[in-house]
């Protein structure tokens, strides 16, 4: 089983939709991050929580400790938001663990 | 301040040859970790480095190896490639190994073996 879920898989939504990722992990952590891929592209760390909730622009990003859950929302959804978002928790050090990213197309 | 910098960016081997990728970290950071990326297997940890030190290691065969410079620059080494070594290779920067410190990735260095 892996330590990180991530749900959904694949999200098609209209443009200006709200939309929410998930992510459950298993293992103790000492923080997670939400990190941004576009094809062929690198990896953008969005938001590196340890607890309660951050918010840059239109994305807000919030951790429940204690449930071990967090998710990821977009609010007012563009085209430009289309992406791969993957979850990715820290355990000691430098180490990530990742989910299996979410893979996100807005449609004008 | 420039961010992490991985070359090189595209590359093509042989089966049975090595590699060798470099990783940039920003300045200041001295601690490095690698990651593979495949279709079939995500993101996956290779190893970490601080300060010249490897901490951990991931699950993956001794044709990986990695080391640090003084400089905080770090190697990874991929020995008798074969066609399912072909992934993107990321590595991630911070400043230290511990709690409370962001991590940087850098834009992957993608490896197509043949």
């Known amino acids: 089983k892996n330590e990180v879920e991530q749900s959904p898989q694949n999200l098609t939504a209209q443009e200006g939709e709200f939309i929410t990722i998930n992510c459950s992990y298993s293992v103790g952590i000492s923080a997670l991050h939400w990190l941004q891929q576009h094809p062929g592209g690198g990896i953008v760390s969005l938001f590196m929580?340890?607890?309660g909730k951050k918010k840059h622009g239109r994305l807000i990003a919030t951790i429940n400790i204690q449930e071990k859950h967090s998710s990821l929302h977009i609010t007012a959804s563009h085209p430009r938001d289309s992406a791969v978002y993957i979850c990715?928790?820290?355990?000691?050090?430098?180490?990530?663990?990742f989910g299996t990213g979410t893979s996100l197309t807005v449609i004008p | 301040k420039a961010g992490v910098t991985q070359t090189p960016r595209y590359l093509i081997k042989t089966r049975g040859q090595q590699v060798t990728l470099s990783c940039s970290p920003i300045?200041?950071?001295?601690?490095v970790s690698w990651y593979q990326q495949t279709p079939g297997q995500g993101l996956q940890f290779l190893f970490e480095?601080?300060?010249?030190?490897?901490?951990n290691k991931g699950n993956f065969p001794g044709r990986f190896s990695g080391r640090q410079f003084s400089n905080s620059r770090s190697e990874m080494n991929v020995s008798t490639l074969e066609l399912g070594d072909s992934a993107l290779y990321l590595c991630?920067?911070?400043?230290?190994?511990?709690?409370?410190?962001?991590?940087?990735f850098g834009q992957g260095t993608r490896l197509t073996v043949v």
């Open positions: 991630a920067s911070s400043f230290r190994a511990g709690d409370g410190t962001e991590a940087f």
């Open positions: 300045s200041g950071h001295r601690s």
């Open positions: 929580l340890s607890s």
């Open positions: 990715a928790v820290r355990k000691t050090g430098n180490q990530f663990y």
């Open positions: 480095y601080f300060s010249e030190t490897q901490r």
